[in-house]
């Protein structure tokens, strides 16, 4: 079981259903399209697949558990998630502006 809930073997779902992706309302929904971003469900924090604190944070092994996938960075936002300053640096100060 993953700190989510969802069973481990959930994360290989059935053919048309393989990936995992929190949606707008922050509910997870499968997919058949892998999530292009990437998140850390406690810190509500969003960034590309190929950020290099997430790749650092993972390569530690204490985030894993916590890690969400969404379709795209509005899916991201509306679930109440913010842009990851290291990878994001120009949405990350959009949404500082804001806050």
């Not at 590309?48 to 390569?59: E, G, T």
């Amino acid at each position: 079981m993953t700190a989510m809930g969802i069973p481990r073997e959930a994360a290989s779902c059935g053919r048309d259903d393989r990936y995992l992706l929190v949606g707008a309302d922050g509910r997870i929904r499968r997919s058949v399209v892998p999530g292009t971003l990437g998140g850390h469900r406690r810190s509500r924090i969003y960034g590309r697949l190929d950020c290099p604190a997430a790749l650092r944070a993972l390569s530690r092994g204490g985030y894993r558990d916590h890690r969400v996938f969404f379709a795209d960075a509005a899916d991201a936002r509306s679930a109440g998630y913010r842009p990851c300053a290291v990878c994001l640096p120009d949405a990350y100060r959009r949404w500082k502006t804001a806050a």
